[in-house]
């Protein structure tokens, strides 16, 4: 039993080492685990009944505005990888690559899918001859590769992750631009309703956008560390790739023209995200939507009384599972105790303690994971009770995380206070817009330009960049960055 | 105009090259596509939906009987592949390779996942510890691939192509044999639910079944040609990966025991025995459950009625859409006669024709895609009529499938009328159980023994080898097989 009980203890604090907390939270609440391979990760079921939740949720609302899945091959033929020449710089330093199958070696390598943007498209020049067969608006839910070099991290930083790529082809510029503000829309609810996780939007800088983009735009994710975390993102490719893989279509002038494409996309990164945000000293804390059991019922009784405590926990848990995720706990060989740090561990939003005095007053005591508040409520008011509740510790940690973000989101005007306030979270800044002062900016503070957050820009008017003092263009978001 | 009328039809017919007509079919409807990528393909729209509709309710099914989705690594170490003898001997031949991430070679060959069992059972093996671990029910929805060397044909033979993955570990080997039941009747109701495809179940002979396992069971298929295709399955490990990756147990009664394992898929390549079964020489046809577009609303005009044609279309298809998916192809540059290609092409369920009739009249004309039969309805019972329409066509299908099978099941006792009967159906045949004759029979022949369908083998009784003469053991089914 001993040490059973120990990997549901957590050394690290996490207002003192979040890294490490991190890493033995995730691990020990039995939400992801190493595999055999470096880098890659396995998802257990808590952690796979999260994504498929995001996953179902943001499908349905894809399909809602007309994107359709489709799936294309794990493999990629190094020719094309090459075609677009930003594309293979950003990637090939980390693409997996297949030389043999079975005994023989291939004739041309093929890669592991890091992102499909050229087989999808070497498809899509063969698919589009008219304005007829645009827009295409198409997407995967796929597994990509990405040997990254640097220390891998699951969830945040995993050599193999799972996301939505959209893929799209449009006839216009403007409407390939329309989409953007739909696609980041259902992210941030996404975000919002189901991770309780709010975000900045906005630009990133030519320096940080997507390897064959024109223009990239994120969603980005405060930290409890001070550092930013990117989360969802969307691309606009213009006719880079249309150019490189001759995706041209006859527009109803009779001309021949490239189409304009986009590609985003929201990955598995957001579970790290979630549990960076809302885990505690406990262990996880999960919203309850992403929860894939949302209520545990803990019997406690002693030998006398355990029949009838049993009898009512099942008949109190048969009452609940019809609207809820819920697990009676009915394992003899632990104690309450003992099943209160695992259930705590794993973030289960509530629990329910049954003993002899909640059967003798037809009643149940419940505690929410998120602030550990008790409360006993009368059966015939059960159902209505936890639907509230449930919501609550949705918006809770909602709010607490936008709380964080807003009270850490510093605007400044010199360089000395932007120096002072980067690792503590992030700090608007003007900005002439030059490569060059974003580069030193980050070469002396150690902080980059995450995003050029959008509702803000009106405010660079005026003002003169935090570093060269030129005129600036932009309000820049400076942040250390994951 | 031309170059894409083209496009929908068919040279070949399915009664005289059913080879050739599977692969205009599948290619010409849009249903799926080569890729660049030699034998691995790209599901466009129509045959994801169909996959992932068929995805959606296993998933649901599995669940109720407790199964949990998990994800584990694409890659696997090859020193994995090889601790089991039979299984490594069974995937190596068509394992594709990493050898290459980045500029740097890998110390270890990976292999891309051919199938899981050796990553997911060497983390078993540390999660596994007492009685109380067990059962392990989960399961992945995962691509896999496989390098057939062999000529790879879109759905039926892909290099790469995407399955469910059902891994278990049980406590007991009756236990774990009580799970093939539960699991083959999931697949068979969505065979006949959603596929509208019939079955035989049986087990597969030692030559045959899976590698690694000590028995396979599985359901087969019957193709029009009178070949057979192999279905979903079900394997039983029995404690040969336990033992190959150590995954034990303390029990109640206190000693140290091995797991007893099972593995279950079903793939994509059920999709291509869709399309072979209820296909014919006009195109696909979908089982209405599958169908992307269940209805198709074609209006037909000229200049001066058009207004009001595709007035009372376009309000015919609204009322319809929220319980139907539709698509009013109010395209003007196409004929109907097109038009009724293409989606005939496209196997889409119901065509309703709107005219000048059927507005003066409130009313549609309806075309079922199975039968081609017209029907003119009422508008005020269009919903109702669709209903069951949609049924009737499923219901026919299967029903027509079945009766071909059942058709062209022949029994018979005597190895001449096996030799005669083989290409045109399954022949139940009495066996005496060894490899031998099996060997023989499929060598002469070109036979194999499919599988030893469970409803029949009590027929084995008395009766005398088809090859050998000795005493049989079983009947089964030999058939040429895909």
Do not use: H, M, N
């Given at each position: 039993m001993e040490t059973e009980q120990k990997k549901?203890?957590?050394?690290?604090k996490k207002s003192e080492n979040i890294t490490e907390w991190y890493t033995q939270v995730i691990v020990n609440s039995e939400f992801v685990d190493y595999s055999a391979v470096s880098g890659m990760m396995v998802y257990r079921p808590d952690s796979y009944f999260a994504w498929d939740t995001i996953k179902e949720a943001t499908d349905r609302m894809f399909k809602e505005v007309g994107v359709q899945d489709v799936y294309f091959p794990l493999f990629i033929p190094e020719r094309f990888l090459t075609k677009e020449s930003e594309h293979v710089k950003g990637f090939s330093p980390e693409v997996a690559w297949i030389t043999h199958a079975g005994q023989s070696e291939l004739s041309e390598r093929l890669a592991?899918?890091?992102?499909?943007e050229t087989i999808m498209y070497d498809s899509f020049s063969r698919w589009v001859?008219?304005?007829?067969?645009?827009?295409i608006k198409f997407n995967i839910w796929a597994s990509v590769v990405r040997w990254e070099f640097k220390h891998p991290t699951p969830?945040?930083?995993?050599?193999e992750f799972l996301w939505n790529e959209g893929h799209s082809a449009y006839a216009s510029f403007e409407e390939a631009e329309a989409e953007r503000k739909v696609i980041l829309d259902i992210y941030e609810k996404i975000l919002k309703d189901y991770l309780a996780l709010p975000g900045v939007r906005g630009r990133k800088t030519d320096s940080e956008?997507?390897?064959?983009?024109?223009a990239s735009y994120s969603i980005e994710h405060l930290m409890p560390d001070g550092w930013v975390l990117q989360g969802p993102d969307h691309h606009s490719d213009g006719q880079n790739f249309a150019k490189a893989f001759d995706i041209k279509f006859l527009d109803k002038d009779g001309t021949k023209k490239y189409v304009f494409q986009n590609t985003y996309a929201i990955s598995t990164r957001e579970l790290g995200a979630m549990v960076l945000t809302h885990g505690d000293d406990k262990g996880l804390v999960l919203p309850p939507k992403l929860a894939r059991i949302q209520i545990v019922l803990v019997p406690i009784y002693n030998e006398l009384k355990k029949e009838e405590v049993l009898r009512y926990s099942r008949s109190v848990n048969e009452s609940l599972n019809k609207s809820f995720r819920t697990y009676l706990?009915?394992?003899?060989?632990?104690?309450p105790g003992w099943k209160y740090n695992e259930w705590e561990m794993k973030g289960v939003p509530v629990r329910l303690e049954i003993g002899q005095r909640e059967v003798d007053s037809v009643s149940v005591t419940a505690v929410r994971r998120d602030t550990g508040k008790k409360e006993t409520v009368k059966l015939d008011q059960l159902g209505q009770f936890i639907t509230s509740l449930l919501e609550d510790i949705h918006t809770n940690l909602y709010t607490k995380a936008l709380k964080f973000l807003e009270s850490h989101t510093y605007s400044v005007s010199s360089y000395d206070d932007l120096k002072k306030l980067v690792g503590s979270g992030i700090v608007q800044s003007p900005w002439c817009g030059s490569d060059k002062c974003e580069a030193k900016v980050k070469e002396e503070?150690?902080?980059?330009?995450?995003n050029l957050p959008s509702?803000?820009?009106?405010?660079?008017?005026g003002q003169k960049c935090?570093?060269?003092?030129?005129?600036?263009k932009f309000i820049a978001n400076f942040a250390k960055s994951y």
């Open positions: 549901f203890l957590l050394t690290a592991v899918r890091p992102t499909s001859r008219s304005w007829r067969d645009l827009p969830l945040l930083r995993s050599r956008k997507f390897a064959g983009a024109i706990d009915d394992r003899d060989e632990y104690s503070t150690g902080a980059k330009i995450t509702d803000v820009q009106d405010k660079a008017v935090i570093y060269c003092g030129e005129e600036a």
